[in-house]
């Protein structure tokens, strides 16, 4: 049996984080759905410019697109493209992005994909996870907090970008992210809701590792 954990989110919630040292104390393979989508947007945004989301053109190229990941690094065609998605111009682009459909789809399908290749668990962490991912989770989570508070965390991780821009940036895609027609965040039903507003990284790892453990027991 393979074991499922969904962890969706509003952006700087903690998702990655958590999701990544849930991964070192279970042993499980994580799959950071985000980092997927801004792969995709890297990659069309390097390759074209002011590229029409809605041609065929595009749409032929998005359907061959095909990544391979290892840890927390994402590699396009044997290069690690990592250090290359968490630009301001990737943080605008991604939304635009994962609004299509058929891009949607696309990472869905890259998903699975990767999600064959556990053979003992897997956690995935992203926005629309234990509603359209993985429904059948064995545990779903929704991490949340305040927008100042995640604006303060992504400032710390990127001071190139003044905090006021990276709050305005939370709540611009807070927006987009829970009114886009396809794949909006929500609270999955039978996810536990976590404020992590008060916690640390490592409380938030405690109270999901006991959770899970509760579930499988």
């Known amino acids: 049996m393979v074991f499922k954990i969904a962890i969706d989110g509003p952006a ?30 890297y990659v069309l945004d390097s390759t074209f410019k ?22 927390d690094e994402i590699l396009y065609n044997n290069h690690n493209i990592s250090n290359y998605l968490r630009s301001k111009r990737i943080d605008e682009y991604v939304s635009l992005v994962a609004k299509k459909l058929y891009i ?10 990767f999600i064959k290749c556990s053979d003992t668990g897997i956690i995935i962490e992203g926005r629309d996870i234990g509603t359209n991912v993985l429904p059948d989770a064995t545990l779903k989570i929704y991490l949340d907090a305040s927008p100042k508070v995640r604006a303060k965390r992504r400032f710390l991780e990127r001071p190139d970008i003044s905090y006021e821009d990276t ?41 999901i590792f006991d959770l899970f453990q509760n579930k499988i027991n």
Not at 50 to 71: G, Q, T, W
Not at 185 to 196: C, D, M, P, Q, W
Request: overall charge positive; charged content about 30%; glycine content about 8%.
């Open 12 to 41: 700087g919630s903690g998702k990655s984080t958590t999701a990544c040292l849930l991964r070192k104390r279970l042993g499980y393979k994580t799959i950071n759905s985000g980092s997927i989508y801004r792969a995709v947007a």
């Open 50 to 71: 002011n590229a029409d989301l809605e041609s065929k053109n595009i749409r032929d190229f998005v359907n061959l697109l095909d990544f391979d990941m290892f840890k």
């Open 104 to 113: 949607r789809k696309k990472v869905g399908n890259l998903q699975n994909k």
């Open 167 to 207: 709050l305005a940036g939370i709540i611009e895609r807070d927006y987009s992210d829970k009114t886009r027609e396809h794949g909006a965040l929500v609270v999955a039903e039978g996810a536990i809701i976590i404020n992590t507003d008060d916690m640390s990284t490592e409380e938030v790892v405690d109270k």
